[in-house]
């Protein structure tokens, strides 16, 4: 720039003393580990008490661009976007030769700060001495600005390395306590066979299911979908799963387990985070099947005949409201060689390149033709089923499978 001044051999010998003394005291809050505010103020002395610069602004470029420092202006800046002729700078310039407003012309030279081609902050200057004025000095600033911003940007990338190493930990915790839900084994015996199939969409899941014994003639077993997903979906879960095996200690009446369970997830569900399920409890002596349907999707009872029906008896999702509007306890005979199938909405909603929904009517006809395939293997084929409905399809939520079948 042939209009910036060049320093004679005095003021170059008392400048590469301002700069030794500069560079060292910046390095040391750099090597200091100082936090990004303080290496803010640091600069700000050094650039203000030590070069003789009056009037200093400096916008960086963190997502979005924003003013850090600003300091002897009339007007504060820490509001004022950046004007786009400023934003085209790539190297030293005078304010005056930008198409500026009035406002941004009390200062007199932009310097970009460019780490690896990319622009990481502006230095406004102005009311600069003829040390600050002169070429070798403004070069300093730059590089100086360069290395203070290099290393807060180093220090923010190793913040988020750790943030992102902890949101990594939480959800292989999550993870592991999810998995820690599902029983480890489920019965296959002369009364009946149960199986389950569960496909995560994301990493951590919200959906849920179980099998308990309750005693010699009974047991239970539900299925269950937290709205949202991620670590809060899991926690709310695991929550559900605790509470309800406690409540199957004292009591398996099914009004009063679910009327518990939804006042405990009432009290401890987060921005409306809610649960749909389906509990039932089955007597293996007197084939009776009692079953609460919260707001889940209605599992379906096939009978030997093919004819069928929807277990839809029971109430509204739980944790929305303190005390339940409703409560319906269904109960059904089952006779011999029946099945149940639950499954979360994940299974049903997914939609063919014209917009037609699998729906409930796809999985009764699916279950009609292969009734008689073996519990694993009708869970694998049904899943093949829906990617063929749309080989083109992404599913958008969890799918889990749960198949009852009653000898």
């Given amino acids: 720039m042939s209009d ?23 390095t040391q809050a750099i090597n200091a580990n100082l936090p990004e505010g303080a290496l803010y103020k640091i600069y700000r002395f050094t650039l203000l008490a030590q070069l003789s610069i009056n009037r200093l602004t400096l916008y960086v470029h963190d997502e979005k661009w924003r003013c850090t420092i600003s300091s002897g202006a009339s007007q504060d800046f820490t509001k004022a976007p950046l004007p786009e002729a400023i934003l085209q700078v790539k190297e030293i310039t005078k304010i005056s030769k930008l198409q500026v407003e009035k406002k941004w012309r009390c200062f007199d030279i932009v310097i970009p700060i460019l780490h690896n081609g990319k622009v990481l902050a502006f230095v406004l200057i102005g009311k600069i001495d003829k040390y600050s004025s002169n070429l070798d000095a403004l070069n300093f600033i730059q590089t100086i600005s360069n290395i203070m911003l290099v290393a807060i940007e180093n220090h923010r ?51 849920y ?57 009432y009290r401890n569900a987060i921005a409306e985070k809610f649960i749909t399920t389906f509990v039932a409890t089955y007597n293996r002596r007197t084939r009776e ?75 009764i006809n699916f279950l009609i ?32 499978l749960l198949s009852c079948r009653f000898k």
């Fill in 4 to 26: 910036i001044t060049v320093p004679n051999p005095q003021q170059e010998l008392n400048l590469k003393k301002l700069e030794l003394a500069a560079l060292l005291e910046i």
């Fill in 157 to 207: 990338m190793v913040r988020q390395r750790l943030a992102q190493e902890s949101i990594r930990r939480e959800i292989e915790i999550a993870r592991e306590v999810q998995s820690m839900l599902f029983p480890k084994s489920l019965p296959n015996d002369k009364d009946v066979a149960i199986h389950a199939s569960y496909i995560p969409h994301s990493s951590i899941g919200g959906d």
């Fill in 209 to 265: 299911y179980d099998f308990i014994e309750i005693d010699a003639d009974q047991f239970l077993f539900c299925v269950a979908d937290v709205s949202g997903k991620g670590v809060p979906a899991s926690l709310l879960m695991s929550n559900f799963q605790a509470g309800l095996r406690t409540l199957l200690r004292q009591n398996s009446d099914l009004n009063t387990v679910v009327s518990e369970l939804n006042n405990l997830i």
């Fill in 289 to 363: 099947l009692c079953y609460v349907n919260a707001g889940h999707n209605a599992p379906i009872l096939l009978y030997e005949d093919n004819s069928h029906m929807l277990l839809n008896e029971g109430c509204t999702m739980l944790g929305v409201f303190d005390v339940l509007p409703f409560m319906n306890v269904g109960k059904v005979h089952v006779p011999e060689k029946s099945i149940v199938l639950a499954y979360t909405d994940g299974l049903t909603e997914v939609f063919d390149e014209d917009e037609a929904e699998f729906g409930i009517e796809g999985t």
């Fill in 369 to 400: 033709r292969h009734r008689f395939l073996s519990s694993k293997i009708l869970h694998l084929q049904l899943l093949s089923e829906i990617n063929l409905y749309n080989e083109e399809a992404n599913f958008n939520d969890d799918i889990t």
